[in-house]
Nanobody, 124 residues
Framework: QVQLVESGGGLVQAGGSLRLSCAAS????????MGWFRQAPGKEREFVAT????????YYADSVKGRFTISRDNAKNTVYLQMNSLKPEDTAVYYC?????????????????WGQGTQVTVSS
C-alpha cells in the first residue's frame, strides 16, 4: 500500500511554468513505476508521463513532449512534473499514480494507487 499526495497546482498564464510534486508514503517508493495523468472537465482521464522505478526511462504523451519533464527522487519519496510553456488546453486536474512492477505504464488501468489530484489552470 502506498499513499500519494500531489501539490504545486495553481493558476498560471499561458507560456508560464509550474512544477507539480507527488509525495509518497507507505511501502518502498522505489519499487513503483510512477505516472502522471490529467482529467479536464467532461473528458476522460488521459496519460501524461511515466517514469521507471530508477528514473532510467521516461515516456510522454505527444501533447506534452518537449514541454513537460517527469523526474523522481527516491531518497525523498517524491515524483515531479515540471511543466513549461503551458497552454490553456493543459488545464485539468493532475493526478499522480503508482504502478506495481518495473515496466512503464501508459494506461490508467495499469496503475494501482492514485493521489487526490491537484488543479492546474492555464489562462489565455
Amino acid at each position: 500500500q502506498v499513499q500519494l499526495v500531489e501539490s504545486g497546482g495553481g493558476l498560471v498564464q499561458a507560456g508560464g511554468s509550474l512544477r507539480l510534486s507527488c509525495a509518497a508514503s507507505g511501502r518502498a517508493f522505489s519499487w513503483y513505476t510512477m505516472g502522471w495523468f490529467r482529467q479536464a472537465p467532461g473528458k476522460e482521464r488521459e496519460f501524461v508521463a511515466t517514469i521507471r522505478w530508477n528514473g532510467a526511462s521516461t515516456y510522454y504523451a505527444d501533447s506534452v513532449k518537449g514541454r513537460f519533464t517527469i523526474s523522481r527522487d527516491n531518497a525523498k519519496n517524491t515524483v515531479y512534473l515540471q511543466m513549461n510553456s503551458l497552454k490553456p488546453e493543459d488545464t485539468a486536474v493532475y493526478y499522480c499514480a503508482a504502478k506495481n512492477g518495473y515496466g512503464l505504464g501508459y494506461g490508467a488501468n495499469q496503475y494501482d494507487y492514485w493521489g487526490q489530484g491537484t488543479q492546474v489552470t492555464v489562462s489565455s
